[in-house]
Nanobody, 114 residues
């Protein structure tokens, strides 16, 4: 059974940093790219970042380029999202997902507010 367990969210002030983690199970983690998505209140879920199977190839939404970094550690079945210079518009529930598997975790809430 494919599962994703996200953690690391919280309340942070504008300009602050957070690192999100996602532990995946139920499939051969290192064989698939991984992505982070987010969904803000009243908005559709959007792709934030994607990383290739060995962590070298990455791409980002324009809104987070230069501020967010996606990485993975395959031996730990874990993908990370390092978020810097956070803005109020980054407030959302963040989810990780394998594009090849149609499963979602519960997500982790990130709130950027003073």
């Amino acid at each position: 059974q494919v599962q994703f367990v996200e953690s690391g969210g919280g309340l942070v002030q504008p300009g602050g940093s957070l690192t999100l983690s996602c532990i995946a199970s139920g499939f051969t983690f290192g064989a698939f790219p991984m992505s982070w998505y987010r969904q803000a209140p009243g908005k559709e879920r959007e792709l934030v970042a994607r990383v290739g199977t060995v962590g070298i190839l990455t791409n980002y939404a324009d809104s987070v380029k230069g501020r967010f970094t996606i990485s993975r550690v395959n031996v730990k079945n874990t993908v990370y999202l390092h978020m810097n210079s956070l803005k109020p518009e980054d407030t959302a529930v963040y989810y990780c997902k394998s594009p090849a598997h149609d499963y979602w975790g519960q997500g982790t809430q990130v709130t950027v507010s003073s």
